[in-house]
């Protein structure tokens, strides 16, 4: 049985929590229009999730968190072209990344697609019961209580950052030397094309990260003192 509605009259909080009460299985679709997402319950439990913003891609998400580069991926998706082999699994038999983080990334790329959520405003949303791919995913089993938590923290943060970053087109530049935080490549990566010039949206589309990762690398050297943003330069 399908069940359908929208977030403005079932929060995203409430759907989530009925579905894992209810111990269902099956897909969960969301769209607000530019984007669709999907999460797969099995037994109330959040197996894994999909979506089409390509940034929520394996592999971009893997580039991003700095697991992987640019060439790696290619010659990935070139393979995954030929075989039809899962990009993990195709990762793994080439030695790219081993499976211990490769299964890491899978469950933090199910939280960042899922909190991410929150912040839409509106959105169509569908549960197929019993409907689950025909293709074999790597069970991340998620809990629902943990994300609704995060997901509302995720919120008043990313009220916090905006007070600071108002918007995707500002430019951040340094005033101190950046210093990452934790040895996080994908950190190191985003802080290293800050040059006074170039966007946080162009960062992010540089990294292949989410806006929400980039702005919060960025407002960690803002309230460090090292950072702050200015508007983009008029071009004459």
Known sequence: MAITGNLKTMGLAELLQWLSQGRKTGTLY?????????????????????????????????VSHGYIDELTLAKAVE?????????????????????????????????ESIYELFTWQEADFRFADGE??????????????G???EGHRRVDEWKQIRQHIPNPEVVPVSVKELIADEA????????????DDRTVQEIALQTHSGEFHV?????DQIRAGRLKVVRPRQVQ
């Open 30 to 62: 969301l769209d607000d229009g530019k984007v669709e997402k999907q999460i797969f319950f099995k037994d109330g439990t959040i197996v894994s999730s999909a979506a089409s913003d390509p940034k929520e891609y394996l592999g971009h998400f893997l």
């Open 79 to 111: 393979m995954q072209e030929e075989n039809k082999m899962l990009l993990g699994k195709i990762l793994l038999t080439i030695g790219a990344i081993e499976e211990e983080h490769l299964n890491k990334m899978l469950k933090l790329k199910a939280e």
């Open 132 to 145: 689950l791919p025909d293709y074999q995913m790597v069970s991340v089993n998620l809990s629902v209580t």
């Open 147 to 149: 994300l609704v938590l």
């Open 184 to 195: 996080d490549p994908g950190v190191e990566n985003i802080l290293s094309l800050v040059d």
């Open 215 to 219: 702005c919060r690398v960025l407002y």
